[in-house]
């Protein structure tokens, strides 16, 4: 059995219809079908999340520098966020000028620890970005105090967790303002780049507006990022958008299935998930010593895997001289040659997760222990699209 890392194609073909005819009305319609597109989906996006503005980017990178440069980051400042994540977001940080502060994070949900952040924050210290890494949110209770005791704005980066909720709230919904990425791999993805920012402050989304766009005053042009979300990414995402609470349920039962699967073997550690936290499951990611042998048994036996992410970012070479040595971050430091990230996504059949499941159980020498287990989830749960 071939399970790949993640099927792009399974997904269209269950919304075909709805996307074929999504994209054809942008492609053959005048140019300012495209821009109609872009506007529902900044509207139906505010209103899935409960936020009062969305301004849309062409990228997820973009969405944080145009975030960033809203609140005024310039050159000199420090924003704090986490070791362990992915790049675009320390680029755009750099790409403003300022400082990136690393924080390290926490061992069982590879989300910023607070404590650390606490201890990072300086007078130069203007903001912190969070990230809920993948499809988990990070504490933000204890990062909101931390930022109202030093008049710290927050910006919350939600690449990876669309409908993750925190204590009964979305992420997204907690900090002045967030950004989302809709890159082809997320749980809400177009076909190419897309991102967008969300605020509840209305001072904050004109300011967005501004730092996006190229607005014209007096016959001069602002300094705007120039960034468009493309009217045929929004007319993918509006179509898939119905769907993202019935994929997330999906995602969230493979995890559990993964999780029952996997409870019996004592050398792999499965994702934990903080208290009064809901996880959409970006990355379904266990912990092991054996990480590359059994990633490589994994692979010739058909099952694609990553490493979200193989290196600690202060650690990387782009960053060098971030920071001094590796004991500044030691959980992100341990992590990374640990971390394995399975498949998960909707479309999987129980099929593919018992096999999965069974050529981890081989590798640790455990291949009874799958085949007694029954999935307890009935498949009309498993596949609903309601």
């Not at 495209?34 to 996006?45: K, L, S, T, Y």
């Not at 971050?329 to 096999?355: C, H």
Request: glycine residues 6%; charged residues 20%.
């Amino acid at each position: 059995m071939k399970v790949p890392f993640v099927d792009l194609n399974a997904q269209y073909q269950r919304v075909k219809p709805e996307i074929d005819s999504a994209i054809a009305e942008v492609i053959t319609g005048a140019p300012e079908v495209g821009q109609r597109q872009v506007e529902i989906f900044e509207r139906a996006w505010a209103s899935a999340l409960g936020v009062k503005h969305c301004v849309s980017c062409a990228s997820d990178r973009d969405a944080i520098h145009v975030a960033l440069r809203a609140l005024g980051i310039t050159s000199g400042a420090e924003v704090i966020t986490s070791a362990h994540g992915w790049i675009a977001t320390i680029e755009a940080i750099q790409q403003t000028g300022a400082r990136v502060v690393f924080c390290d994070t926490d061992e069982e949900t590879f989300t910023i620890d607070p404590e650390d952040v606490r201890r990072k924050v300086t007078k130069a210290t203007v903001g912190i970005i969070p990230v809920h890494l993948y499809g988990q949110a990070a504490e933000m209770h204890a990062i909101l105090n931390i930022a109202r005791e030093h008049k710290l704005w927050v910006i919350e980066d939600c690449s990876q967790a669309h409908l993750a909720r925190y204590h009964g709230r979305y992420v997204g919904t907690l900090g002045d303002a967030a950004v989302f990425s809709f890159c082809p791999g997320r749980n809400l993805s177009a076909y190419g780049h897309a991102g967008c920012i969300v605020t509840n402050h209305d001072p904050i989304a004109e300011a967005l507006r501004a730092a996006a766009r190229h607005v014209f005053a007096g016959g001069d042009a602002s300094q705007g990022a120039g960034s468009r979300m493309d009217g045929v990414q929004a007319a993918v995402l509006n179509a898939k958008l119905p769907h993202l609470p019935s994929w997330t349920r999906a995602r969230r039962l493979i995890a559990a299935c993964y999780d029952y699967l996997f409870e019996e073997i004592g050398d792999i550690i499965i994702p934990k998930v903080g208290s009064q936290r809901e996880h959409v499951y970006n990355c379904y990611v266990i912990r092991t010593e054996n990480r590359d042998a059994l990633r490589k048994h994994l692979t010739q036996a058909g099952v694609a895997t990553a490493v979200n992410y193989p290196e600690a970012l202060p650690l990387a070479v782009a960053h060098e001289g971030l920071c001094r040595a590796t004991t500044d971050f030691p959980v992100a430091s341990f992590n990374q040659s640990r971390i394995l990230s399975l498949p998960i996504y909707p479309e999987m059949t129980q099929e593919m997760v018992s096999y999965v499941a069974e050529c981890i159980n081989t590798f640790f020498g455990e291949p009874e222990s799958v085949s007694m287990k029954v999935i307890p989830f009935a498949p009309p749960l498993w596949s609903s699209n309601s």
